[in-house]
């Protein structure tokens, strides 16, 4: 079930507009394609999204929205609600996403289409990632997928050369030494570690979303600092712990294109290829956008 809208013009500038729906249905999703304010507006290719919002230099009332799209022949409206022929509710206009597009990250983990992750060997996971330079829409779809997928993938966290895009960005959502749950996004990554006496190392099993099933003991050190920009393009710096500390470290990895088997001997990373051959029939070749099989 979906409705499609692909451009509409609307008195006012040429600022991009989300248009806000959300299905009738718990678990269907709508297919729409952004829109602009003015008389030059034009589509841009459809992302699938739970929902999305409208955005814009001003607050626009019900009915501007409800004849803008009527004008698209997308929607009917009763007394209570704005509907349209597919059943999609439109719910209202003022949410906290800026009008340039860049949305917070509590929008960003509501966006975006379950891509396929990319397997060891293929090579924009064996080079440099080039560095993030427009933090516009593009980037703003690309941050959505990378959140969707990495929830399919029941993942701490995804660079974006994991789906095949040679940018240096990624996502996490893992939680710290005291088990405080961390969500956000980190571009152009460059992680410090502590030296000397203060350099602890800890061992855990570590795993890799492009090499699923498989795990293999890796020692890291506890604590890392992260600095970056953020989905903004505003400079932020984060400590990290525990698994947030290690996720910095293997998520700023592989934007410098080296996977964490490089870190293992040649033995135990032959180990490691074998015990994801042993599993390997538990992922479809476009995992996470077909689930995996349990064992």
Do not use: K
């Not at 409206?77 to 022929?85: A, G, I, K, M, Q």
């Not at 379950?114 to 427009?134: C, K």
């Not at 699923?212 to 990290?240: K, N």
């Amino acid at each position: 079930m979906s409705t499609e809208i692909r451009s509409a013009s609307f008195p006012g500038s040429t600022v991009p507009i989300w248009l806000l729906i959300r299905s009738t249905r718990a678990l269907s999703r709508a297919v729409v394609t952004n829109a602009c304010i003015g008389p030059t507006a034009s589509g841009i290719r459809p992302v699938s999204i739970p929902y999305c919002v409208w955005s814009g230099p001003n607050p626009v009332s019900q009915r501007s929205l409800e004849n803008l799209l009527r004008r698209l022949g997308e929607v009917r409206t009763d007394r209570t609600t704005t509907r349209s022929r597919r059943g999609v509710r439109l719910l209202g206009l003022r949410c906290g996403v800026r009008h340039d597009g860049v949305m917070p990250i509590d929008q960003l983990t509501r966006l975006g289409t379950v891509r396929e992750i990319v397997r060891w060997g293929a090579p924009v996971l064996h080079q440099p990632a080039r560095s993030v330079t427009d933090f516009g829409d593009a980037l703003q779809y690309l941050l959505g997928s990378m959140f969707a997928t990495n929830a399919a993938a029941h993942g701490a966290g995804l660079a974006a050369p994991q789906i095949g895009v040679g940018l240096a960005a990624f996502v996490y959502d893992c939680v710290d030494a005291e088990l405080r749950r961390h969500i956000g996004v980190v571009c152009n990554s460059v992680v410090e570690l502590p030296q000397g006496r203060d350099r602890h190392l800890e061992t855990w099993d570590e795993g890799c979303l492009s090499l699923p099933g498989a795990f293999a003991e890796l020692a890291r050190p506890d604590l890392a600092v992260c600095r970056g920009q953020d989905q903004y393009g505003h400079d932020i710096e984060l400590t990290g712990t525990g698994q947030l500390a290690r996720c910095f470290q293997h998520e700023t990895d592989h934007l410098d294109g080296i996977v964490f088997g490089n870190r293992l001997s040649s033995r135990r990373c032959r180990g490691l290829y074998e015990s994801h051959r042993q599993v390997a029939n538990r992922y479809p070749g476009d995992w996470p956008v077909t689930p995996g099989r349990r064992p």
